[in-house]
């Protein structure tokens, strides 16, 4: 897209800007960490010569709502929207809670009701690849229309949802505009894939459309460098790894726990229930009257019930606050104040490509962390060489016992500090610096 005159062009004139349409479901006021990536992104994009439209849903479902985010939106973005009809509302009727959580992604395997087992059947099998298939048609015919009047250089999509990734695919075919398709998560590897209850049909369908994006794609941009080498077995077309980050916040000042706080910021479902943290903060308190006056464990987001039961069974209930959720900026403040800062992921191979976006916003508040997850996970080797705290397996249980007696040493001596390194490539800026470099070797 040039807004440049080439008739009075001069040697010092600014570079014309590249035209991308940026196409995402999530989008403020959605709350959750789907909607930070590209909102970043498209904030910082003009100060790298890129000019973002964003095409969203006019009326999407969304599970979680953070209205404050609508402040972050950059002004002077050009946003686009048509309506969106989505299978939830319908499902509401039988179950408001249920249909929030299949639609957040949030699935268990464990005591599942006869309704929760239906409607996990009918969204694997008759709705491929996710329940908003049926924005794909209606948004095609819009935006090839709309494409063909703008000067756009780039489509991007972003999924979840990967249906997005099928608008890409049809308008690359029919308007031969250069297409990168973004992968904040897996798609037929994602942990909760198999919890869909999928007939054989619908998993050779979902394999075939993953397959098809990944190769008629220009570019793929994935999070992991696990997700990279798995897709690299299914595509020869160019992937790069762009991770989530973080966003400077200086306005947002530390004030510490007065507590020993291990604070965990997100949803913490009953699939990840960390029973080893549990099981060693118990023998501490046992161990240790002191340990057990000071320690304070915060959940932030929503919380598994089997997560609640386990903490009361290790008689950890009343050092345990559930917060629920909170907006963003709340967040990064309970980030902030944390003396200890907790991630924990399933201990299943799936999840060694998963790097949750609060990893870089705990990088960002400079606390310590103790992240728990499986063997050879990508969050490992980013907290191994940012140095910012610890990661363990699951069968680790002594070596983490050690290292929080060793933080709570330290919190008694008010020296709990971490010197965390090489943390400024993981900003929104340097990473939407990255990204713009690829979408202008793409349009040229």
């Given amino acids: 897209m040039s807004f440049s005159n080439n008739n009075t062009a001069k040697t010092n004139e600014t570079p014309a800007s590249t035209g991308v349409l940026v196409i995402t479901y999530y989008w403020p006021p959605a709350g959750g960490p789907g909607v930070q990536r590209w909102l970043k992104f498209v904030t910082y994009f003009k100060e790298f010569g890129i000019e973002p439209i964003v095409y969203i849903p006019e009326n999407p479902h969304y599970p979680l709502i953070d209205e404050f985010l609508l402040n972050e939106v950059p002004e002077g973005i050009e946003i686009i929207k048509q309506p969106i009809k989505e299978p939830y ?34 969204r694997g099998n008759f709705f491929i690849p996710d329940a908003r298939i049926g924005w794909v048609k209606p948004s095609v015919a819009y935006l090839q229309k709309y494409i063909s009047e703008k000067n756009i250089d780039v489509i991007i999509t972003t999924g979840p949802p990967h249906s997005l990734h099928l608008i890409g695919m049809s308008l690359k075919e029919k308007t031969n505009v250069k297409w990168l398709a973004d992968f904040r998560d897996p798609w037929t590897t994602i942990h909760y894939h198999k919890s869909l209850r999928l007939s054989k049909s619908s998993q050779k369908k979902h394999k075939q459309l993953e397959y098809e994006v990944l190769n008629k794609a220009d570019r793929i941009v994935v999070t992991s460098s696990n997700t990279k080498k798995e897709f690299s077995e299914i595509t020869k077309t160019p992937i790069e790894v762009i991770t989530n980050g973080f966003e400077t916040s200086e306005e947002i000042q530390s004030n510490l726990d007065t507590k020993f706080s291990v604070v965990h910021i997100g949803s913490l479902l009953s699939n990840r229930n960390p029973e080893i943290l549990w099981k060693v903060l118990s023998k501490i308190c046992k161990e240790n009257e002191n340990f057990k006056k000071d320690l304070q464990i915060k959940l932030v987001g929503i919380v598994g019930e089997e997560i609640l039961e386990s903490i009361q069974n290790y008689n950890l209930k009343n050092n345990c606050e559930v917060i629920g959720y909170v907006s963003h900026t709340e967040a990064i403040q309970l980030q902030k104040n944390a003396q200890i800062l907790l991630m924990v992921e399933m201990d299943t191979p799936e999840t060694k490509a998963i790097i949750p976006g609060k990893l870089f916003e705990y990088l960002a508040a400079k606390r310590p962390i103790i992240a728990l997850g499986p063997e050879g996970s990508d ?43 090489n943390i400024s490539k993981y900003s929104r800026r340097e990473l939407t610096k990255n990204m713009s470099k690829l979408i202008k070797n793409l349009s040229t």
Avoid: C, D, P
């Fill in 89 to 122: 509302g319908f499902a509401k009727v039988f179950s408001k809670s249920k249909t929030n959580k299949v639609s957040s992604g949030i699935i268990t395997n464990k005591k599942q009701s006869i309704i929760e087992k239906i409607m996990l059947w009918v």
């Fill in 379 to 421: 969050v490992a080797s980013i907290v191994s060489e940012t140095k910012s705290g610890y990661y363990f397996h699951y069968s680790e249980e002594e070596k983490l016992r050690k290292q929080i007696l060793s933080y709570y040493e330290e919190y008694i001596q008010g020296q709990l500090i971490v010197n965390s390194q």
